[in-house]
């Protein structure tokens, strides 16, 4: 069942938060259903723009479609990940996402609420909701590239004002974390006092956690000892997320874990199996392991569980 993110918002909001993965392919696509499926969890499927020209905006649309028939059970929102004003408007139009992120953090303060607010009366007028992003996060995520030194926190001074002006409605906050898998050097980590203070000028308000993967060691160490050359990789405390959401962060994105366990199995498997071409016995391997990393995701996120209570409360 699709729905929009304000209605997991709802359920979620000061209790736990809501994960919000990014999808490419078969394979994730199924691994990530049968995840929440067994760990009984709402979710967010995010398309990023570079997701909808991999191979093609329509192949992702059909797969979810398929997958919603497939696991009839599931509860969940499709959401367009950081796009840009032309992005978000193919996506409104298209009558298939529930949700869209317009990312105009790049421009200015009145520039940002500009665009935003455009983005969020069109949005507004076929029933989808807008996120969008104040501050800036570091690191890279496809078509969006911040160098640390640009890189900029929200202020929570202009948070109440963004909101009101644009009508927008769930926020991504810059509060310390980064995109990619180098988020941290030395003992950095989630900045637990601008996150407070914006939510005490937005009490009740979804705020989202961008680039929150955790960058599992064991999971770095296994594709470095398979070829790879992550040394230095670091993410998010995910046993940081539960404190997170008790201030208002109602939706946090995983990208970049996704992708460490797809290139873990696949790394392990060709050197273990080098005379191996058929791609079928790897993706299986990859879609239970997926699988497997999102349900323990869910458990750190504290939406474990809350998949019946949310049906319930949809009605």
């Keep these: 069942m699709i729905v929009t993110t304000k209605k997991l918002f709802e359920a979620a909001y000061g209790k736990y938060a809501i994960g919000a993965y990014n999808i490419n392919n078969l394979e994730q696509t199924m691994g990530l259903f049968r995840g929440n499926l067994e760990s009984q969890s709402p979710f967010i499927i995010q398309i990023s723009k570079g997701a909808r ?25 499709v959401h367009l990940d950081h796009g840009d004003e032309e992005t978000c408007y193919d996506c409104i139009n298209s009558g298939f996402y529930s949700s869209v992120m317009i990312d105009a953090s790049h421009a200015e303060f009145e520039k940002n609420i500009e ?23 570091g690191g890279v995520e496809e078509h969006v590239a911040v160098d640390e030194a640009n890189a900029k926190l929200t202020d929570p001074a202009q948070a109440l004002e963004f909101v009101q002006r644009t009508g927008v409605d769930s926020l991504a906050c810059a ?32 705020l989202v956690m961008h680039g929150s993967s955790s960058v599992p060691q064991e999971e770095v160490a296994r594709i470095n000892a398979a070829g790879g050359k992550l040394d230095g990789a670091k993410g998010v405390n995910e046993d940081e997320f539960a404190r997170a959401a008790t201030l208002g ?36 391997i990859f879609m239970a392991e997926y699988a497997k990393f999102i349900a323990a995701k869910n458990v750190k996120l504290g939406s474990a569980g809350q998949l019946q209570a949310v049906r319930a409360l949809l009605g």
């Design 175 to 206: 509060i310390g974390t980064s995109h990619g898998a180098f988020k941290f050097s030395g003992s950095q980590g989630l900045r637990f006092d601008v996150l407070a203070q914006i939510q005490e000028r937005l009490p009740g308000f979804p």
């Design 249 to 284: 962060v109602t939706k946090i994105n995983i990208d970049t874990d996704g992708r460490l366990v797809w290139t873990r199995v696949h790394r392990e498997h060709f050197r273990d199996n080098p005379s191996d071409f058929d791609l079928r016995p790897v993706g299986k």
């Design 115 to 137: 665009i935003t607010r455009r983005v969020v009366e069109a949005a507004h007028a076929k029933g989808i909701v807008v996120e969008a992003e104040l501050g800036q996060l």
């Design 53 to 77: 020209s991999y191979t093609h905006k329509k192949m992702l649309e059909g797969l979810i479609r398929s997958a919603d028939e497939i696991f009839h059970e599931a509860v969940f929102a």
